[in-house]
């Protein structure tokens, strides 16, 4: 197993269920089969915490960076600007790739399809050089909305989120940029779309198909990303909807990434107050017994550096 490398000191005992509720929400919160090494369950209008686990603990995030890299060409670029592939993005075949081709003018939509349904690290890329210029320039610009945004726990050196020491995320940071991203109607309308064609010039159109497979199997899902390379395992930031109330459900390391993500979704609404949540609403789960929480983040410095998933 991966270790978790943690942004600061861990809990040094398992959280208990606030004192003041009863013994149904204990038992209710107690009753959640989670497998994800790290999770979290926000409210997305606003912002709380309804339950967590390991939800400050750094981790790979993989392609779940996505979600800042569309929320960062959004808040930069028209949807219809026009993105020339450069050599260097045609080339790239690392993780998943959709194939752009050297020199086409693809539409900075097209390019958020193809990131946020194929997960294309290729895309990814193009709309770093599209949107800021350059990549390590709009790398710049995503650590600058996660600082802003709160999430400071996080810090990226790419867009695509292919494996890096030096890039990792909370499950509660992930949550957080999420709620942002979700707050775009064009970055919500692209999460919940489960196909989309992308058409360039001179090529045979392409279907793109979302990875997202709770679309599908979850009443009220909208969005959002999926994740994997090796050193991360199955990550998924979850998002849906019900009677106008949208939760937020990201895990970590997980054995049962759709499972999990719905049974926090479904504990979330079994169990969301009828009015603003507080602090005192907050759940938390034990933490892993085989997981040391005295682990910093210091021990990035010190891991190999794997291959790139």
């Known amino acids: ?136 320039a709009f790398v710049d610009q995503m650590n600058e909305e996660a600082w802003q945004l709160g999430a400071t726990a996080t810090h990226f050196s790419s867009p695509h989120g292919l494996y890096d020491r030096a890039h990792y995320s909370t499950a509660y940071d992930l949550a957080l940029i999420t709620r942002a991203a979700m707050q775009n109607p064009s970055f919500r ?9 992308l058409a360039v010039h001179g090529k045979r159109p392409r279907r793109l198909v979302n990875h997202n497979r709770l679309l599908a199997r979850y009443p009220g899902a909208d969005g959002v990303k999926t994740g994997y390379v090796h050193q991360s395992g199955q990550t998924l930031v979850a998002s849906a909807t019900h009677h106008g109330i949208r939760l937020i459900a990201v895990v970590l390391h997980s054995r049962d990434v759709y499972g999990d993500a719905a049974r926090l979704l479904d504990f979330g609404f079994a169990h969301h107050p009828p009015g603003p949540v507080t602090a005192s609403d907050l759940r938390r789960s034990p933490e892993p017994r085989s997981m040391a929480p005295w682990i910093t983040r210091l021990v990035l410095l010190f891991l190999p550096r794997p291959p790139l998933a």
């Open 189 to 197: 309308a692209i999460v919940q779309t489960r196909a989309w064609t």
């Open 1 to 136: 197993m991966i270790p978790l490398l943690a942004v600061g000191p861990a809990w040094a005992a398992p959280p208990q269920p606030p004192r003041h509720l009863g013994p149904t929400h204990r038992r209710a919160a107690a009753d959640v089969a989670v497998t994800a090494s790290a999770a979290v369950l926000m409210d997305a209008a606003t912002g709380q915490v309804l339950y967590e686990r390991n939800a400050r603990v750094a981790w790979p995030p993989a392609s779940t960076t996505k979600i800042m890299t569309a929320l960062v060409a959004l808040g930069r670029a028209p949807l219809d600007l026009p993105i020339t592939i450069s050599p260097a993005v045609s080339r790239f075949r690392k993780g998943t790739a959709v194939g752009l081709p050297q020199g086409a003018r693809i539409p900075l939509r097209d390019l958020l399809y193809a990131l946020l349904l194929a997960s294309g690290n290729d895309a990814a890329l193009a709309i770093a050089e599209g949107v800021a210029g350059s990549v390590p």
